[in-house]
């Protein structure tokens, strides 16, 4: 068994949690990161201010379900009595923890004050989170930040510092500042100064991509707990390679034959959350099947064929022609 860390009471394994990803890291998505090991998922972001306005889509954004559990619902705004109102209606889906946004860098919601713009007012953002603890009780509350807002602004220690002290059970780092939003390379050094700097928990995030780095992100940073984004698309098994290297035990990728089953079942998953809006679920599977394919022998073309596909049966068959096209090549080379 791997070692754990407790966020507040919440008991996760410490071996590699799923990042949030707004219209990346839905329900089928986080089940299928789970069943392959993911020690602890978050759901896409949703808007304070929203939930509180409209119930529409709250059920849909909020509700956790057992086998997504250890599962935080993430929310983000910039006005601390939304925050903690929509916190009280959060609560009556049961997350485990409730984690704010302080990190999204899009103009659509840095606009509005939150996300990383949080970044540049922190009394604002301390008192949002003071809020949100507030209104949780014993849920705990945590916050998901970036290094700061820009080179000439780094300021993630003194943030995490003043967020703890607001009454956060953990702090998230993404090693990169808002004016980077996903270019370079995420900084692990931020990382390691603010797990130096707090006592709760640090989730320490940026660019994991397979085991290897993400032992790297424990030892170079000291965290607590590894978060991983892109990482995982198409690759939901990177959670079982990871799981396999924190407790020594021998890991074998998935073949391309089993790759592709892992393809399907997540596409069928897709399908059978959005039973009535089957058009709609496969445009959504379409990235996620080119994502399946990517890095392969002739995966650039499979990945364009991907953003075509409008059934099941499509897609069934594009993934046997897909390992067709790799069990011949592998057949070639042998010989
Ligand atoms: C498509 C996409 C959607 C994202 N949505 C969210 C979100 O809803 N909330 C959040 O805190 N971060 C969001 N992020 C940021 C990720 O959680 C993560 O911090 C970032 O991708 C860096 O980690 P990675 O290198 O492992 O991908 C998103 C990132 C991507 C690529």
């Given at each position: 068994m791997a070692e754990t860390i407790k966020i507040g009471k919440v008991e996760v394994a410490k071996t590699a949690a799923l990042a949030p990803m707004a219209g990346v890291a839905d329900r089928a998505y986080r089940l299928m990161c789970k069943e392959f090991g993911a020690a602890y998922a978050v759901s896409e972001m949703v808007s304070a201010k929203g939930i509180c306005y409209s119930d529409r889509k709250t059920a849909e954004l909020c509700t956790v379900t057992d086998e997504e559990r250890p599962m935080a619902v993430q929310l983000f705004g910039s006005e601390p009595d939304f925050m903690a109102e929509a916190v009280g209606i959060v609560l009556e889906y049961k997350p485990d923890i409730i984690d704010i946004n302080m990190?999204?860098?899009v103009p659509k919601v840095v606009g509005t004050g939150a996300g990383s713009a949080l970044m540049k007012d922190i009394s604002l953002a301390a008192d949002i989170t003071a809020a949100a603890v507030k209104a949780a009780g014993e849920t705990p509350v945590t916050v998901k930040i970036r290094s700061g807002w820009n080179a000439e602004s780094i300021n993630a220690v003194e943030m995490a510092k003043t967020l703890e002290a607001a009454g956060a059970a953990a702090i998230a780092v993404h090693g990169r500042t808002r004016d980077q939003f996903y270019s370079g390379q995420a900084d692990l050094g931020i990382i390691r100064d603010v797990k130096a700097a707090v006592g709760v928990p640090v989730i320490g995030n940026g660019d994991v991509t397979d085991a290897a780095s993400c032992m790297a992100m424990y030892e170079q940073t000291g965290c607590d707990l590894v978060m991983i984004g892109?990482?995982?698309?198409?690759?939901?098994f990177i959670f079982e390679e990871i799981a396999a290297a924190a407790e020594g035990r021998e890991y074998v990728p998935p073949t391309v034959e089993e790759r592709m089953e892992i393809m399907l079942r997540h596409i069928r998953m897709m399908l059978e959350m959005s039973p009535k809006n089957e058009e709609m679920a496969m445009h959504e599977a379409r990235k996620h099947a080119a994502w399946y394919m990517n890095?392969?022998?002739?995966s650039a073309k499979f990945r364009g064929r991907c953003y075509q596909l409008s059934s099941y049966a499509e897609a069934k068959s594009l993934a046997d022609e897909f390992i067709k096209l790799q069990l011949d090549r592998m057949h070639r080379n042998q010989v």
């Open positions: 990190g999204c860098p892109r990482g995982s698309y198409g690759r939901p890095g392969f022998y002739g």
